[in-house]
């Protein structure tokens, strides 16, 4: 499937995650202009426009943090932030997947498999990907650590 924009064909290609700071550094390798403007954030494709990623209660909770002007660049350093750390959750999932089909892709459809057996692989796998997620949210917080403005 193509779009009308190089940059995301390229990105799903090389099954690369399409997100709004993987897009801007391609599509702007010697840096972003500055100021950007809300002109500079139509033109981007809709996958990574920061408007059309903030939910109104997103902006809702922004508003009652003081935060009025979602454009304004520190408010749009918090919720570069909050979005990639989304992103590093999202991550989980392939693993997950990878992680119940190679888990019980032993057991699966066979007639004669024991319920212990079953129950056992079940049992095994909830725990690894209980690890898994644990380690994909401690690795969203320290994202958020990182890069949320220290006066926040």
Aim: proline share 6%; net charge negative.
């Amino acid at each position: 499937m193509t779009t009308e924009d190089g940059i995301i064909d390229w990105m799903k290609r090389h099954d690369l995650p399409i997100t709004r700071d993987g897009y801007l550094a391609l599509a702007y390798p010697e840096g972003e202009p500055d100021p950007w403007t809300e002109e500079d954030e139509m033109m981007l494709p809709p996958d990574v426009q920061l408007a059309g990623e903030i939910t109104e209660d997103f902006k809702e909770a922004l508003a009652q943090a003081g935060y009025r002007d979602w454009r304004d660049p520190y408010t749009q350093e918090i919720i570069v932030a909050f979005m990639e750390a989304v992103n590093h959750l999202d991550a989980s999932e392939p693993a997950i997947r990878d992680l119940i089909e190679g888990d019980l892709m032993d057991i699966a459809g066979f007639n004669r498999t024991k319920v212990s057996d079953a129950i056992t692989a079940g049992n095994n796998l909830a725990k690894k990907i209980a690890a898994l997620r644990e380690k994909y949210i401690k690795r969203a917080f320290r994202h958020l650590r990182d890069k949320l403005p220290s006066d926040l």
